[in-house]
């Protein structure tokens, strides 16, 4: 059976890193998906909510980066699992994510890229379903939203994105991915 490892990266997003750590509460008691969350040093406080991600992570790494995508390369360095998905600080699992079906397509598939379906939240409690595109939108815009993406971690390397970018560097490793036509196998949960 494939393992999967979640990296979360934070800083300062207390609220943000609680809501993720809730949505992990029944992936992180299986066997084959360990955490990994990279803090970037924040300001930690009594009682504070990183204490909880450091009992619960499999690996906590907590010092200054370069930025976020710095922060997600140091996360998959320590990544031990089949696939990846980088769930970040406020970001959660989508509220009808079926880890056995992923695994089974994991198993099955051993796809460069498995993705599903994501959701956007608004603070005033609206959500939109955001739609997932075929790869081939990629030459015109992002096809899938990374809290909804999982990547064989053989496929990526230790360092998958190009910490240069201050955003949109999801968007560059997709289309790196696709260059090398490492996304020719790829599916939909």
């Known amino acids: ?3 999967l490892t979640i990296i979360t990266i934070h800083l300062n997003d207390f609220d943000g890193l609680l809501r993720t750590i809730q949505s992990l509460g029944p992936v992180l008691s299986r ?6 969350v990279v803090d970037g040093g924040s300001k930690r406080r009594d009682g504070d909510v990183v204490e909880q991600a450091e009992s619960h992570a499999n690996k906590f790494i907590s010092e200054t980066d370069k930025g976020v995508y710095d922060a997600m390369n140091k996360g998959t360095c320590f990544a031990s699992g089949d696939y990846v998905l980088y769930l970040n600080a406020g970001d959660e699992l989508h509220p009808e994510f079926d880890i056995d079906k992923f695994f089974l397509l994991a198993d ?7 993705w599903g379906q994501c959701m956007e939240c608004y603070e005033n409690g609206k959500t939109i379903q955001i739609k997932t595109r075929s790869v081939s939108w990629a030459w015109y815009c992002m096809p899938v939203c990374h809290p909804a993406t999982f990547f ?23 289309c790196h991915l696709l260059n090398e036509e490492m996304l020719l196998n790829h599916c939909s949960l």
């Open 31 to 36: 066997d084959n998906v360990e955490w990994v």
């Open 1 to 3: 059976m494939a393992d």
């Open 152 to 174: 064989r971690r053989d496929s990526i390397g230790d360092h998958p994105y190009d910490a240069w970018f201050r955003i949109a560097g999801d968007y560059d490793l997709i």
């Open 108 to 114: 099955t598939t051993h796809a460069e890229m498995i």
